[in-house]
C-alpha cells in the first residue's frame, strides 16, 4: 500500500467531484492506479482515451508507481 | 517563452518585445474565440490548463521546433478562464531569418501544441448547454 498524489482535470475532475486527493493504493504501475481509481469511483472514460503525467511529465501507462509520485490523469486535450 | 494567463493577452505588447537583431521575419498565429463550433452558436468558453506539464511539454515542442525550421525564436501565450468572442484564446510569435521557415514553424507549434498540450476548452452554447470539447 502507497499514497499518491492524483489530480484530475476537466472532465475527470466533474466526474470525480475534486480536483485533487491523496490516494492510498495497492496499483504498482499508473495503469493499475488509474484502474483503481476507477473502479472506486465509476469513471465513465476508459484509459485508452487518457494520457497519464507522472511529476509533471508525461509517461507512459507501464510507470512504477512510487510513494509521493504526483499523478495526474489527462482527458483527451482541446487546446489551441 | 511559454506562459499560461489567466489575464487577457497583451497581444499588442508581445508584439512590441518581439525583437531579434537577425530576424528579418516574424510570423504570428492568434486563435481566437468564434462564435460558431459545429453549427453551435456559442456564448463564451472556458479553458482550464495543467502546469507545470503545460510548460514542459512546450519546452518540449520549442525545442523539437527549433532543430527541425531554421528559426531563432518561438514564443506562446495560451489563456486559461473564461473568454468571450473574439478574445486572443493562444498568441505564438514566431521570429526567423526568413518568412519560409517562419511560416512554417508557426504552423508547426500550433498544430503540435494543439495535438500534446495539456489544456482543455469547455464550450457553453446558447441554448443553456455545455461540453467539454472532445470530451462527448
Known amino acids: ?80 | 517563452m511559454f506562459a499560461l494567463s489567466d489575464k487577457p493577452i497583451a497581444e499588442h505588447s508581445l508584439l512590441r518585445d518581439c525583437t531579434h537583431a537577425r530576424a528579418g521575419a516574424l510570423a504570428v498565429f492568434e486563435g481566437r474565440v468564434r462564435s460558431l463550433n459545429q453549427g453551435r452558436e456559442v456564448t463564451q468558453l472556458e479553458y482550464e490548463g495543467a502546469e507545470p506539464l503545460a510548460g514542459n511539454e512546450f519546452a518540449k515542442i520549442e525545442d523539437e521546433t527549433l532543430r527541425r525550421f531554421d528559426v531563432l525564436e518561438i514564443r506562446c501565450v495560451h489563456r486559461v478562464g473564461l473568454l468571450q468572442i473574439g478574445d486572443v484564446a493562444v498568441w505564438i510569435a514566431v521570429l526567423a531569418a526568413h518568412r519560409g521557415p517562419a511560416f512554417d514553424a508557426c504552423r508547426h507549434v500550433i498544430d503540435e501544441l494543439k495535438q500534446r498540450l495539456p489544456i482543455w476548452k469547455k464550450e457553453f452554447y446558447t441554448d443553456g448547454d455545455s461540453g467539454w470539447i472532445n470530451n462527448p
Not at chain 1, 498524489?5 to 495497492?26: F, K
Not at chain 1, 504498482?28 to 484509459?47: V, W
Not at chain 1, 503525467?53 to 512504477?64: C, G, I, L, Y
Request: glycine share 4%; hydrophobic share 40%; no cysteine.
Open chain 1, 1 to 80: 500500500m502507497i499514497t499518491v498524489d492524483v489530480t484530475y482535470y476537466a472532465m475527470l475532475r466533474e466526474q470525480r467531484g475534486a480536483s485533487n486527493e491523496q490516494v492510498q493504493t495497492e496499483a504498482t504501475d499508473t495503469a493499475l492506479l488509474y484502474e483503481d481509481l476507477a473502479a472506486r469511483h465509476h469513471f465513465r472514460m476508459p484509459k485508452e482515451k487518457l494520457k497519464v503525467a507522472r511529476n509533471d511529465e508525461f509517461v507512459d501507462w507501464s510507470t512504477p508507481l512510487r510513494k509521493g509520485d504526483r499523478i495526474a490523469f489527462i482527458p483527451p486535450v482541446a487546446g489551441g
